[in-house]
């Protein structure tokens, strides 16, 4: 089958990204101040750990200092809320990132309720998504910023556009709707009980998949011209990494769609480390113009 999409580089456009944040850190560094990200990590998950290391290099690549703080997964949750109230207090740390998810029996949600929203960079305290959802924004979690990015550069018309988002977690699926309706387009949320979904993608003009099952998206539900953004990342059994979408004939239909890995992935990192940088410009400006 011919290809006919354009495929959109998520690797290039999040280098294009950094490089832009690098440029303002050294603007920001002239007055003083340097962007800190103190990134919590609980326990031994191998995949936390390969993100957290991912981070901390961009983080260093743009300039930025960060904080390390490693827990055994046998951390008493009192330990964990001080160390965050430490962190919220702290001037030097402009956002603060949980690593999720947090070995049991340890209580997600209020320690995610313990990070001050000014510092959730993010993006996933209650107050942030609900500042999204009145159309008032603050920090959006960082995937779904990713994607309206690259929506963006693929120059997708998203006025009356019809979205399909398939998946409603906290955060992908509901921020991103939320993001698709802000930006005026008529957004359709899918889940695992939505009846015909093979009719509801066929009608949509951009399909953004946030699933994490191999290619459950066929390629022939999706409307000629659609763009696509997949979100999902399924490890097949020989170890290499695909989307939710059935990329081949999906890419023979679409105007423009995302590939696994090197779409949405790369994005998302590029974000935190802006939600970082904006944390710290208000610090900039609202706090002495130089530090010591
Ligand atoms: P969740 O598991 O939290 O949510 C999955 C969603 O898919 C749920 O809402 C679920 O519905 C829905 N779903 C499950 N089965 C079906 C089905 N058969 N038909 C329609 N909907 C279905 O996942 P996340 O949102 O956290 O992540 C989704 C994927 O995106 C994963 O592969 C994850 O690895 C990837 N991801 C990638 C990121 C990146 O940077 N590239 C960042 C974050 C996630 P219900 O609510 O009814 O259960």
Not at 97 to 107: N, S, T
Not at 193 to 215: H, K, N, S, Y
Not at 224 to 242: E, H, K, S
Request: proline share 8%; charged share 25%.
């Amino acid at each position: 089958m011919p290809m006919a999409a354009e495929i959109i580089d998520g690797k290039l456009i999040a280098a294009r990204v950094r490089a832009g944040l690098a440029v303002r850190v050294a603007e920001l560094g002239t007055r003083g101040v340097r962007p800190g990200l103190a990134v919590v990590l609980v326990g031994d998950d191998p995949a936390s750990h390969i993100y957290v290391r991912n981070k901390t290099r961009a983080c260093a690549e743009v300039g930025f200092r960060t904080f390390d703080h490693r827990l055994p997964a046998t951390v008493a949750e009192p330990e964990l809320l001080a160390l965050i109230e430490r962190l919220n207090r702290d001037p030097e740390v402009d956002g603060i990132l949980v690593q999720l998810p947090l070995p049991a029996p340890l209580d997600g949600r209020r320690v995610l309720l313990a990070i001050d929203p000014d510092k959730d960079v993010d993006g996933i305290h209650p107050d942030n998504l609900g500042r999204l959802l009145m159309g008032q924004p603050r920090f959006v979690a960082c995937t779904p910023l990713g994607i309206m990015r690259l929506l963006d550069e693929a120059k997708t018309p998203l006025v009356g556009a019809d979205a399909v988002v398939i998946g409603r977690s906290n955060m992908v699926g509901k921020p991103i709707a939320a993001l698709l309706l802000l930006a005026d387009a008529t957004v359709t949320v899918c889940h695992s009980r939505t009846r015909d979904l093979p009719d509801r993608v066929g009608r949509a003009d951009i399909v953004v998949a946030a699933v994490g099952q191999a290619e459950m998206v066929k390629g022939d539900w999706i409307k000629p011209g659609a763009t696509v953004i997949d979100v999902g990342i399924n490890r097949r059994a020989d170890g290499t990494l695909t989307g939710d979408v059935e990329w081949a004939p999906a890419a023979a239909r679409a105007r423009a769609m995302t590939p696994v890995p090197g779409g949405v992935g790369p994005m998302t990192i590029a974000m935190l480390l802006g939600n970082t940088l904006m944390s710290a410009a208000r610090r900039a400006s609202s706090g002495p113009l130089l530090e010591g």
